[in-house]
């Protein structure tokens, strides 16, 4: 951890990276190991880790197998990490990126405590001025921003909440000292995959939990338990070998996605299906690897939102509450899971409101206001999700050539090519930016930091500056929203598509045919010479 920022006004620097989560750290080993450059990271919070820092709240863990949650640069820590549990919790992974920072010394080039306000692209001095907020100011050839798909916390505002008199938390900015809940009057605002998480947590330990669901949720068990002795053996017997079976996939979840259509199987078979996936726990893989058309087919959809709502009925006592505990929508946002989630509202100290149909009115100074009725509270948890994809980047107010600002570039719904640039932006490079594949992100962000690492160097050979063909651009966008256009997603509010953010744009933001079309894609680019970018 680190104390005060360090000076930094005037500092010059070939590479200038923001953020220190798990894109930003392999950003800063690239450029500095790889690549020889004077690099530095500006991170606004105390510590490494990105949204791994900040989710501190209870339940909080990932819901990709830890098997593809992880780096493979570091061969040696790839093979023999000890990850205690198939899906490990936030403290386990904060762990392994401080272990991976430290091993690499890479915090002795990262300002903490920084936050960048602003980046300005100088055309004449072909550098990247950045302000941070403090005012100071660095220059940079080039800006690698690895901000966080889901970093950006959203918390909505409702009147007269600085009257109340308890405690209001947000789950993505827990207090780093915990908190108290044993025995509180709890209410927790929100059903994404953070709300349902915390739910089943604190449900056993709090006086009584209020859920205040605006939007039910397809929920399938996660299937926590120890870290797969088979995987730990695949990956130290050839982890070469395991990332590219990884990369190879369509998601890159550690699963092969299935090719065969629900309808295609009678329907003792699909039951079966569904079946060994609700066993085996994972929303992905319930979603991907039963059957290859629940997220493009209705009918093949409700297959399983079917299935789903059984065990929904099987499992919620009171028919009314599991009625309200149904979604009405198909099975199309981001798959949600959580052992236990739906039986934890069979306790007596837990109670579902629709605040839909009776909506949040107001805070009082001992509670909320809902459908006309207060309820008394001590703590209200703020579980709302996150402005995703781009509303991290949208923080930085940034301009490119010809004054250009990226909120006017983006006015309209996000525009990059390959997930990686920003036509008019020179020199300025995303990890897992918009139209990134719909994938996991750690093994991800390490294949795109790899291909702009080489197109840096390209650069560097040359003496020239990297910049993206709009025409390139507006092409990978068309391709991008084609591919959701395709899908269920396109239809269901979430955050997949903004949706879930007042006033943001409803659009694609994502690369949907897979990572391993993606690699072909973007391999085909690089070997035609980089087409689409300008290196000038």
Same mark, same amino acid.
């Given at each position: 951890?680190?104390?005060?920022?360090?000076?930094?006004?005037?500092?010059?620097?070939?590479?200038?990276?923001?953020?220190?989560?798990?894109?930003?750290?392999?950003?800063?080993?690239?450029?500095?190991?790889?690549?020889?450059?004077?690099?530095?990271?500006?991170?606004?919070?105390?510590?490494?880790?990105?949204?791994?820092?900040?989710?501190?709240?209870?339940?909080?863990?990932?819901?990709?197998?830890?098997?593809?949650?992880?780096?493979?640069?570091?061969?040696?820590?790839?093979?023999?990490?000890?990850?205690?549990?198939?899906?490990?919790?936030?403290?386990?992974?904060?762990?392994?990126?401080?272990?991976?920072?430290?091993?690499?010394?890479?915090?002795?080039?990262?300002?903490?405590?920084?936050?960048?306000?602003?980046?300005?692209?100088?055309?004449?001095?072909?550098?990247?001025?950045?302000?941070?907020?403090?005012?100071?100011?660095?220059?940079?050839?080039?800006?690698?921003?690895?901000?966080?798909?889901?970093?950006?916390?959203?918390?909505?505002?409702?009147?007269?909440?600085?009257?109340?008199?308890?405690?209001?938390?947000?789950?993505?900015?827990?207090?780093?000292?915990?908190?108290?809940?044993?025995?509180?009057?709890?209410?927790?605002?929100?059903?994404?995959?953070?709300?349902?998480?915390?739910?089943?947590?604190?449900?056993?330990?709090?006086?009584?939990?209020?859920?205040?669901?605006?939007?039910?949720?397809?929920?399938?068990?996660?299937?926590?338990?120890?870290?797969?002795?088979?995987?730990?053996?695949?990956?130290?017997?050839?982890?070469?070998?395991?990332?590219?079976? @990884?990369?190879?996939? !369509?998601?890159? =979840?550690? #699963?092969?996605?299935? %090719?065969?259509?629900? +309808?295609? &199987? /009678?329907? $003792?078979?699909?039951?079966?299906?569904?079946?060994? @996936?609700?066993?085996? !726990?994972?929303? =992905?893989? #319930?979603?991907?690897? %039963?059957?290859?058309? +629940?997220? &493009? /087919?209705? $009918?093949?959809?409700?297959?399983?939102?079917?299935?789903?709502?059984?065990?929904?009925?099987?499992?919620?006592?009171?028919?009314?509450?599991?009625?309200? +505990?149904?979604? /009405?929508?198909?099975?199309?946002?981001?798959?949600?899971?959580?052992?236990?989630?739906?039986?934890?509202?069979?306790?007596?100290?837990?109670?579902?409101?629709?605040?839909?149909?009776?909506?949040?009115?107001?805070?009082?100074?001992?509670?909320?206001?809902?459908?006309?009725?207060?309820?008394?509270?001590?703590?209200?948890?703020?579980?709302?999700?996150?402005?995703?994809?781009?509303?991290?980047?949208?923080?930085?107010?940034?301009?490119?050539?010809?004054?250009?600002?990226?909120?006017?570039?983006?006015?309209?719904?996000?525009?990059?090519?390959?997930?990686?640039?920003?036509?008019?932006?020179?020199?300025?490079?995303?990890?897992?930016?918009?139209?990134?594949?719909?994938?996991?992100?750690?093994?991800?962000?390490?294949?795109?930091?790899?291909?702009?690492?080489?197109?840096?160097?390209?650069?560097?050979?040359?003496?020239?500056?990297?910049?993206?063909?709009?025409?390139?651009?507006?092409?990978?966008?068309?391709?991008?929203?084609?591919?959701?256009?395709?899908?269920?997603?396109?239809?269901?509010?979430?955050?997949?598509?903004?949706?879930?953010?007042?006033?943001?744009?409803?659009?694609?933001?994502?690369?949907?045919?897979?990572?391993?079309?993606?690699?072909?894609?973007?391999?085909?680019?690089?070997?035609?010479?980089?087409?689409?970018?300008?290196?000038?």
């Amino acid at each position: 951890m680190a104390d005060t920022p360090k000076p930094l006004d005037g500092l010059e620097l070939d590479v200038a990276i923001i953020g220190a989560g798990v894109g930003g750290l392999y950003a800063l080993y690239s450029m500095r190991e790889k690549l020889g450059l004077n690099a530095q990271t500006f991170e606004m919070a105390s510590g490494v880790g990105g949204t791994w820092f900040w989710n501190r709240y209870p339940g909080c863990r990932v819901d990709t197998e830890s098997t593809v949650y992880t780096y493979s640069f570091d061969l040696d820590m790839f093979q023999n990490w000890d990850w205690s549990e198939r899906y490990a919790r936030q403290a386990e992974v904060l762990a392994y990126l401080n272990a991976v920072a430290d091993k690499h010394g890479l915090k002795r080039s990262i300002n903490f405590n920084t936050k960048i306000a602003r980046a300005e692209w100088d055309d004449a001095a072909k550098r990247w001025v950045l302000t941070t907020a403090d005012g100071q100011t660095v220059r940079a050839r080039y800006l690698i921003e690895s901000v966080g798909l889901l970093s950006s916390s959203y918390a909505p505002q409702f009147p007269d909440q600085d009257k109340f008199k308890g405690q209001i938390l947000v789950a993505s900015k827990w207090p780093e000292q915990g908190a108290d809940l044993a025995g509180k009057r709890v209410a927790v605002v929100g059903t994404g995959s953070t709300g349902i998480q915390i739910i089943t947590q604190i449900a056993p330990t709090v006086g009584h939990l209020h859920v205040l669901q605006r939007t039910a949720q397809w929920v399938v068990p996660l299937g926590i338990g120890p870290f797969p002795q088979d995987a730990r053996a695949r990956i130290k017997l050839d982890p070469v070998g395991y990332r590219d079976w @990884a990369l190879n996939t !369509g998601t890159v =979840f550690g #699963f092969v996605e299935s %090719t065969t259509p629900a +309808l295609s &199987v /009678s329907e $003792e078979e699909r039951q079966d299906r569904f079946q060994k @996936a609700w066993d085996k !726990g994972n929303g =992905f893989s #319930f979603l991907l690897e %039963t059957f290859a058309d +629940l997220t &493009v /087919s209705a $009918e093949a959809n409700k297959t399983a939102t079917d299935f789903i709502k059984s065990k929904i009925d099987a499992a919620v006592k009171d028919p009314k509450i599991a009625a309200m +505990l149904t979604p /009405s929508d198909y099975y199309a946002r981001r798959p949600l899971a959580a052992d236990g989630y739906y039986e934890t509202y069979n306790r007596a100290n837990v109670t579902l409101h629709d605040v839909k149909a009776q909506p949040i009115e107001r805070f009082t100074e001992t509670g909320l206001v809902v459908g006309g009725q207060e309820i008394a509270l001590d703590i209200v948890i703020m579980a709302t999700g996150f402005d995703a994809v781009t509303g991290n980047y949208l923080k930085i107010d940034t301009v490119g050539r010809n004054g250009t600002k990226l909120a006017d570039h983006w006015q309209e719904g996000p525009r990059s090519f390959g997930g990686l640039t920003i036509a008019g932006f020179p020199n300025l490079f995303m990890v897992f930016g918009p139209f990134s594949p719909f994938t996991s992100q750690p093994l991800v962000h390490e294949w795109q930091v790899d291909y702009f690492t080489d197109l840096i160097d390209a650069a560097e050979r040359s003496g020239g500056v990297v910049d993206t063909d709009p025409a390139a651009e507006e092409d990978w966008v068309r391709i991008c929203q084609e591919g959701l256009a395709g899908t269920l997603f396109q239809v269901t509010d979430s955050w997949i598509n903004g949706a879930n953010i007042p006033g943001k744009p409803r659009t694609s933001m994502w690369y949907m045919n897979g990572m391993a079309n993606y690699m072909v894609e973007m391999n085909q680019i690089r070997d035609a010479g980089y087409r689409g970018f300008r290196i000038a």
